[in-house]
């Protein structure tokens, strides 16, 4: 069965970093494009970056520059590295596939962003 934890958010101050993690449960996250995903107050969520099974990333256009998206296939892992943030980063964070499914949405990571 596929399940994924996040860990890592947090309050930090505009212009901070932070780096999330997801640890991805089962044989086949390597197969899986995934992807981080962020739901801010009031707004629907969004995937904000993405990376194909052979490491092919993809941003959406607020965070390119400032996110780095990366996995590691032999600890189950996928990491979002997170610098320049804005209060407009805020929101929680979730890791998923690509596109995603919603039995494998898990209880995401809080970020916010604010001085």
């Known amino acids: 069965q596929v399940q994924f934890v996040e860990s890592g958010g947090g309050l930090v101050q505009p212009g901070g970093s932070l780096r999330l993690s997801c640890a991805a449960s089962?044989?086949?996250?390597?197969?899986?494009?995934m992807g981080w995903y962020r739901q801010a107050p009031g707004k629907q969520r969004e995937l904000v970056a993405s990376i194909t099974s052979g490491g092919v990333e993809n941003y959406t256009d607020s965070v390119k520059g400032r996110f780095t998206i990366s996995r590691d296939n032999g600890k189950n892992m996928l990491y979002l590295q997170m610098n320049s943030l804005k209060p407009g980063d805020t929101g929680v964070y979730y890791c998923?596939?690509?596109?995603?499914?919603?039995?494998?949405w898990g209880q995401g990571t809080q970020v916010t962003v604010s001085s």
């Open positions: 089962g044989s086949v996250f390597r197969l899986f494009a």
């Open positions: 998923n596939k690509v596109p995603f499914r919603d039995a494998y």
